[in-house]
């Protein structure tokens, strides 16, 4: 049996023909093996996002970056306390991608989801954009926030939530939403994501198939929304049905399970979900980030590599690890395993690196982040916060 030039062979076939060959193609074959393990280990660096500790970069975290070349990378309000620093931060996380450019990623929802200090605008929570039902406004606030994030070279949004507020218990959604009506949660989202999209930064809808109707906080425990598929087709769905077909650049799942869509697993880990409803029947295109996996819903009922292995298989493109770098490393290195052994989970990791590329591509030319001596003054120019307090009365 042959391989063609390039291909990926697999390692048991490797060892069991090594020592069947002459010298010379031994050691032909271990160039191409090693060649090809290099390859799949860059693009399984790809499917990972991870979070660093502080204001910036340890040694450790240098090192381990550089080691593993991670897909990107995630800021909370740890990591934020000025504007010349987060710049900073977000430099050094830039350069050290070594080949290609890293996603610089934010939870910039607005309300009380606000990762940026002030100067920046805190901009209004969804709930009260969507309340003023005007879509020309929610598209300047979208840009609005793209241009801020922008200025300190932050890429990638993990906003706007398209889940419907259909339950007054929901600990955790609430005035995350546009709203409690699926057609003004349509309406406003399109026109933030709009925006978002205008200001150069890329947008990333969530958390599929919705998390409105949950009575607990994933971040704690598993919840579970006990809706039949036609209710969730009637209010849970329509703002990701609209989000697809409008081509959003990227979406992100929900550590919930839905009885009606799968009995056995969470949506994040759900191939029924990830892969059968919002790849094959919503006919969404684009990349598919799952929610953090480090939060409870997951990691209390799954270990690292089952929810590792669970995930890729069901369709997710780009698992988030937020807190510590050091869970993210013994699941790249099971997916380099499981990949240099199994077929279809190279074949999520050659689908996965196909759609990461292309959103790069469209996006990540280069770094957007201001020169260190202006950065404040362009902020203060922008002036967003009158946007706000004329439309809200604060700002």
């Known amino acids: 049996m042959g391989f063609p030039k390039g291909a990926s062979i697999p390692f048991a076939i490797f060892k069991q023909r090594w020592g069947q060959c002459p010298g010379r193609e031994v050691a032909s074959i271990t160039v191409l093996y090693c060649l090809s393990m290099d390859t799949l280990r860059q693009k399984i660096g790809q499917m990972f996002l991870v979070g660093c500790q502080g204001e910036s970069l340890t040694r450790d975290e240098q090192l381990i970056y550089a080691e593993y070349q991670f897909g990107g990378f995630i800021l909370f309000k740890?990591?934020?306390?000025?504007?010349?620093?987060?710049?900073?931060?977000?430099?050094?996380?830039?350069?050290?991608?070594?080949?290609?450019?890293p996603f610089i990623a934010i939870d910039q929802e607005g309300g009380r989801v606000h990762r940026l200090p002030q100067p920046f605008t805190h901009f209004p929570a969804s709930a009260r954009i969507g309340e003023m039902r005007n879509a020309d406004l929610a598209r300047r606030l979208g840009r609005a926030t793209a241009e801020e994030l922008k200025l300190v070279g932050i890429n990638l949004n993990f906003a706007p939530v398209l889940d419907v507020d259909s339950n007054p218990a929901n600990p955790i959604i609430g005035d995350r939403a546009f709203g409690a009506d699926p057609q003004q949660v349509i309406e406003i989202a399109a026109a933030w994501t709009q925006g978002l999209r205008d200001g150069g930064v890329i947008p990333c809808g969530k958390h599929f198939p919705g998390h409105g109707d949950t009575a607990n906080d994933s971040h704690l425990e598993q919840p579970k929304v006990r809706k039949s598929l036609d209710e969730l087709r009637s209010v849970e769905l329509p703002p990701f049905a609209h989000s697809c077909r409008n081509r959003i650049e990227s979406l992100m799942t929900a550590h919930v399970l839905y009885p009606a869509l799968d009995p056995n697993f969470p949506a994040t880990l759900s191939e029924n979900i990830v892969t059968g409803l919002l790849r094959h029947q919503l006919g969404y295109d684009g990349v598919i980030f799952s929610d953090d996996m480090e939060m409870k819903a997951i990691s209390d009922n799954y270990g690292?590599?089952?929810?590792?292995?669970?995930?890729?298989?069901?369709?997710?493109?780009?698992?988030?690890?937020?807190?510590?770098?050091?869970?993210?490393?013994?699941?790249?290195?099971?997916?380099c395993n499981e990949a240099g052994s199994d077929p279809v989970v190279r074949a999520r990791v050659a689908d996965s690196s196909r759609r990461i590329a292309e959103l790069k591509q469209r996006y990540l030319t280069s770094f957007t982040g201001a020169s260190a001596n202006e950065v404040v003054a362009r902020i203060a120019a922008l002036d967003h916060r009158r946007l706000v307090r004329v439309n809200f009365g604060d700002g």
């Open 78 to 101: 740890r990591n934020c306390v000025e504007p010349e620093q987060i710049l900073s931060l977000c430099g050094s996380l830039w350069e050290a991608a070594d080949k290609t450019p």
């Open 304 to 335: 690292v590599k089952q929810a590792t292995a669970l995930a890729v298989r069901a369709g997710v493109n780009v698992l988030l690890f937020c807190h510590e770098v050091d869970k993210a490393i013994p699941a790249f290195e099971f997916l």
